[in-house]
């Protein structure tokens, strides 16, 4: 890019240099690179007064001076005895893009989760507000002045009529093909407008609207009943004190938890001031969104599946501050509110508030983070809260809020274990034991509705040779291949690299291939060959890829179009369905049998949340769970819905084993296509932090380096060490020490992940 392209971009050799001294303003610029400290560079003459925290710049960087887009993060005036600096060299944005609030939150991002500022910026920023995709030259259709007083003239058909008042309520150019949808209408209504001179075509400057703001009925508050009533009254005494403070709202399923939220944001708004409602992404359905659009007035959502511009559109309304409640996933904890008044986090205990990618940030912690800073409490909501969140509200750190019953009396289900080791129908090959056969039979009966859970998808799990034990694994990863029947292939659901079955097996040759196990493709052809009067629908990312077609299933699954609902955790999340009178879950072992630290927990998590999908209504609900694993603690205590005995049997093992949340955890992986150098690379790493636990350091653990439970992922080896301390801040000491000396070889890349949640 020539510097004349650039928004302010100017001439080489700048005066300014002449200029006094004190005049000289110097710029902290931060670039997308793990870990720099800012850069500093001199403000040159041109653009001096002009630059600001918050702005995109462009300016050298390194031995080629190669112009590179960085973030400014402060100005300040130049100091005596400064060696010369290189100047910025352009300015990208004419306003900053993020209050200097938000420039601390996302430095703390990159403190805390151990990467750049300049990558969290580049992150947290959507990238349609970086291009300003938001508006747009696009061609329009507006009415011309006067035109009210032809509406009511016979001369116009319907549909006209409806085009006119459509442009005349909206008050602002519509294209065409957004207004003939929303008028219901071809294109020969307007046309015949535009001939008769009602309406014209211009070219405008426009923000890409949303189209999904669409009317919704507005619905009178829910009744309350004292447990709800009393959680409202905890929440709004640190609302109305103005003061931080998290809550820890422990509901159980169906407790009502959402019409309290509900509540404590109408206080928040009648403040003028904003609200953050962070759920799961996968809870951000229609649903969801009618509960927020049906109880106030102006409400964005922000979601993955939105464009660059409707992200734009929905960015710049939340700054306006025209927006009173913003629902979204992750990442709309950083939804530019004005003036923030309450963030909720519901279902606290999703991993998917952990982002997977730098920056690594935890959407619990930025919220706490950002709540402190403005002043106005956090909400997490769950009935299976997390251990983190749960150890805090045991030492008051947090306050705890408790709903221990669900509205109008209702009992939770009963769960009964099914012992699948001595199941006569499981040994014959079957998924579905004798009691959740017949359970199944007796629901349908009664006209209930089932929902089956089990967390594979695919047909087969396994590709087995059953002549030399071999397991078929990825070229790419070391993970098991998994049998897709319908595609007819073999798939590694890590690298999604498919092939066809082979003949014989790679290591013997013998023709013994199996397919072993069963997924959610397999269990669906087990149950309607069971009970072919039933609709069966499957749920997983496979038969769900089409955008819409989540919505649509549980549409069909409420209207009673579907008797059997069966599928991964996908059907698992806050769905409320009052005619399911039997949950089955197919298989608790497989959660169980993750190689990882919080296995247990999730396990509690799954069954407790798919078992809150019942006993909804009037007719009441029951749980079957099957596992060859019946003594375990986690089925168990779920089994008795008993979070507290739960937590309180974990959180003892959790401190033996010396494990979050007790401490603080930064796991270090290496990657890289060559095996022995990765591994001397982690090996070198490891030994040098060990080396560095001096001091107050001593306490910290160094364990590692060694391969990762999945050693290779797409091709790439994978080696891991983890640091384990007291405290974030003494596991950053340790890798602040010794991340600057570190050079790595080319082909070796290394990625930091604080608070790891994937094991993997
Ligand atoms: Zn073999
Ligand atoms: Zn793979």
Redesign the pocket.
């Known amino acids: 890019m020539t510097t004349q392209q650039g928004m302010f971009g100017f001439a080489e050799t700048p005066e300014w240099q002449q200029a006094a001294q004190e005049d000289v303003q110097i710029a902290d610029v931060v670039f997308n690179l793990p870990l720099e400290r800012p850069y500093s560079y001199a403000v040159p003459e041109p653009l001096r007064g002009r630059v600001q925290a918050g702005q995109r710049v462009l300016a050298p960087l390194g031995r080629s001076n190669r112009s590179v887009v960085g973030y400014c993060v402060g100005v300040r005036p130049f100091e005596k005895g400064q060696r010369a600096l290189k100047s910025i060299t352009e300015l990208l944005d004419a306003e900053p893009l993020l209050d200097s609030s938000m420039l601390e939150l996302t430095r703390w991002i990159g403190e805390r989760y151990l990467c750049g500022w300049g990558q969290v910026l580049d992150s947290v920023i959507p990238a349609g507000v970086r291009r300003k995709s938001g508006t747009r030259e696009i061609n329009a259709l507006s009415i011309v002045e006067g035109v009210e007083d032809v509406l009511n003239t016979p001369r116009l058909t319907r549909q006209q009529k409806n085009v006119l008042e459509i442009l005349l309520k909206e008050g602002r150019p519509l294209p065409a093909a957004e207004l003939c949808e929303r008028a219901g209408c071809g294109p020969g209504p307007v046309n015949t407008l535009r001939k008769r001179g009602l309406i014209v075509a211009e070219r405008v400057r426009t923000e890409v609207a949303a189209a999904e703001q669409r009317d919704v009925e507005t619905q009178e508050d829910l009744l309350m009943n004292d447990q709800q009533l009393k959680a409202l009254e905890q929440i709004l005494r640190p609302i109305r004190a103005g003061e931080y403070e998290t809550l820890l709202l422990h509901g159980v399923t169906g407790s009502g938890k959402t019409e309290v939220y509900i509540r404590a944001i109408r206080e928040v708004v009648s403040y003028g001031r904003q609200a953050i409602v962070l759920v799961p992404e996968i809870s951000l359905t229609p649903q969801t969104i009618r509960r927020f659009r049906s109880r106030f007035s102006s409400v964005a959502v922000l979601h993955s599946h939105m464009t660059d511009a409707e992200r734009h559109w929905q960015w710049q309304q939340i700054a306006s501050g025209e927006i009173q409640v913003v629902v979204g996933a992750r990442s709309a904890v950083f939804a530019p509110t004005p003036h923030l008044g309450l963030i909720v986090i519901d279902e606290e205990h999703e991993p998917s508030f952990k982002q997977d990618s730098t920056p690594r940030y935890h959407a619990r912690e930025v919220a706490r983070k950002r709540c402190q800073d403005e002043k106005v409490p956090l909400i997490l909501g769950s009935a299976t809260p997390t251990l983190e969140s749960w150890l805090r509200a045991q030492r008051r750190l947090d306050t705890l809020v408790s709903m221990p019953h669900r509205v109008a009396g209702r009992p939770l289900p009963p769960v009964v274990i099914v012992d699948t080791r001595s199941d006569p129908r499981m040994a014959r090959g079957y998924s579905l034991g004798r009691a959740m056969f017949t359970a199944i039979g007796t629901a349908l009966k009664a006209n209930g509705q089932v929902i089956l859970f089990l967390n594979l998808r695919g047909y087969s799990p396994v590709v087995w040779c059953r002549s030399c034990g071999t397991g078929l694994?990825?070229?790419?990863?070391d993970?098991s291949?998994t049998w897709h029947r319908d595609r007819a292939a073999i798939v590694?659901?890590?690298?999604?690299?498919s092939t066809s079955p082979p003949s014989q097996c790679p290591s013997c040759q013998s023709p013994a291939i199996r397919f072993l196990g069963t997924g959610t493709q397999k269990l669906d052809e087990e149950v309607q060959k069971a009970f072919p009067e039933a609709r069966v629908l499957r749920m997983d990312s496979d038969s769900m890829k089409k955008p819409g077609s989540h919505d649509e299933a549980l549409d069909r699954f409420r209207r009673g179009e579907v008797d059997i609902l069966l599928g991964t955790q996908m059907i698992a999340k806050g769905l409320d369905f009052p005619n399911v009178t039997l949950v089955g879950v197919i298989d608790a072992d497989t959660m169980l049998r993750q190689p990882d630290l919080r296995a247990a927990e999730r396990t509690f998590q799954l069954i407790a949340q798919v078992a809150g999908r019942t006993g909804r209504g009037e007719r009441g609900g029951r749980v079957l769970v099957q596992t060859s694993s019946p003594d375990d603690k986690a089925v168990k205590f779920a089994s008795k819905h008993d979070f507290l005995g739960f937590a309180q049997h974990e959180l003892a093992e959790r401190h033996d084993a010396m494990a979050p949340p007790f401490t603080a955890v930064a796991r270090v992986i290496f990657r890289g296509p060559d095996e022995q150098r990765t591994r001397q690379t982690a090996i070198a790493v490891a030994d040098k932090l060990k080396a560095a636990r001096q001091g107050e350091l001593q306490s910290l653990r160094v364990l590692g380096a060694a391969p990762a439970p999945v050693v290779r992922?797409?091709n790439l080896w994978r080696f891991h060490l983890q640091i384990v301390g007291k405290t974030h801040e003494l596991v950053r000491q340790l890798w602040m020490a010794v991340e600057s000396t570190l050079t790595l070889p080319d082909d070796v890349e290394l990625a930091v992940d604080v608070d790891p949640m994937n094991a993997r």
């Not at 590694?492 to 690299?497: E, Q």
């Open positions: 694994k990825c070229p790419n990863c993970i291949m590694c659901h890590s690298c999604d690299y992922l797409r």
